[in-house]
């Protein structure tokens, strides 16, 4: 195993990263490990794109188009 020593940490950093270590029931240390390993190694996040290309079709357009309420806006829909 390797190890990291990172300098220059802003006092605030280091204690939210000492807080929520304290709320997992873990040193700073292995809470460190794991936000690096989850920012790092953890699932990809899905791109817009990819989350609009994700979603079912479910209908054609006009199944969602707006109209307009009696104070005319368009908040309604059919």
């Known amino acids: 195993m390797a ?3 990172v300098r220059n940490l ?3 950093i ?3 990263l000492k807080q929520r ?7 700073a240390e292995a809470e460190h490990r794991a936000l690096l390993e989850k ?3 953890g699932p990809k ?3 817009f794109a990819e ?3 994700a979603m079912p079709n479910v209908g054609q357009d006009e199944d969602f188009e ?4 009696s104070a005319g806006s368009k908040d309604v829909f059919n």
């Open 3 to 5: 190890n990291l020593v």
């Open 10 to 12: 802003d006092q605030r």
């Open 14 to 16: 280091v204690d939210a």
């Open 21 to 27: 270590a304290a709320r997992r029931g873990r040193s």
């Open 39 to 41: 920012s790092l190694l």
């Open 45 to 47: 996040q899905k791109s």
């Open 51 to 53: 989350a609009l290309k």
């Open 66 to 69: 707006r109209v307009e309420d």
